[in-house]
């Protein structure tokens, strides 16, 4: 069976303050792996990882991916309040139907 | 630019009732699932689809059916609705091919009482 863990399960901070998001996966026939931003409501997309060790990069946000030891990790820096959201990990196998997520990392970063 | 569009946003049903969770999309995807989303937990898929006439089961199928009639839609079933079944509720869409992001509709939140 497919597994996915995240964490730490929450996490507060303070702005300004540097995060690190942690996904570890067991997962057979793996594709991808995505991490998702979820606010108030539907998930959105902010990186999708097929290939060790490159780093993905958006603004105050990167991720990496580590297929040998199976995990990933995400990073945000210079952490701001609208970066309070639950952070997914999610890991697609070769059936493309098939995904499975963690359960989230929680994040509130105050004032 | 309408995306995945889910109906209702909220619901309630008495145990025993049965509903069905609308969900369509506009950009031609041929592949669609069904999540529901616990409180403090990630997602779980239901039931999927990789092209009109196919559908599969996900993790948590049981209690619930679909069907998918068209490319745009893929409704979600609930017969003899259970307290088990409240949850929030996600239709998702993608390119498929294990390498494509999944875009989600804004959710259906369902108790059940």
């Known amino acids: 069976e497919d597994k996915v863990v995240q964490s730490p399960l929450s996490l507060v901070v303070h702005e300004g303050d540097t995060v690190t998001l942690n996904c570890s996966y067991e997962?057979?026939?793996?594709?991808?792996l995505l991490w998702y931003k979820q606010e108030k409501k539907a998930p959105t997309f902010l990186f999708m990882l097929?290939?060790?060790?490159i780093e993905k990069k958006s603004g105050r946000l990167s991720s990496i991916l580590d297929k040998k030891e199976l995990f990933s990790i995400l990073n945000i820096t210079a952490t701001q309040t609208g970066d309070s959201a639950i952070y997914l990990c999610?890991?697609?196998?070769?059936?493309?139907?098939?995904?499975?997520f963690g359960d989230g990392t929680t994040l509130t970063v105050k004032p | 630019n309408a995306g995945v569009t889910q109906t209702p946003k909220f619901r309630i049903l008495k145990i025993g009732q049965s509903m069905t969770l609308q969900c369509t999309q506009d950009m031609n995807h041929n592949y669609m699932y069904w999540y529901r989303q616990d409180p403090g937990m990630g997602l779980k898929l239901i039931y999927y689809?990789?092209?009109?006439?196919?559908?599969d089961k996900g993790e948590v199928p049981n209690g619930y059916n679909v069907s998918r009639s068209t490319t745009e839609d893929f409704p979600l079933r609930l017969e003899l609705a259970a307290p088990s079944q409240t949850s929030v509720y996600f239709c998702?869409?993608?390119?498929?091919?294990?390498?494509?992001?999944?875009?989600f509709g804004q959710g259906t939140r369902l108790t059940v009482v």
């Open positions: 998702a869409s993608s390119t498929g091919g294990g390498r494509a992001e999944a875009f």
């Open positions: 999610a890991v697609l196998n070769t059936n493309a139907g098939k995904s499975t």
């Open positions: 097929t290939s060790s060790g």
């Open positions: 997962v057979t026939n793996f594709r991808s």
């Open positions: 689809s990789v092209g009109a006439g196919i559908t």
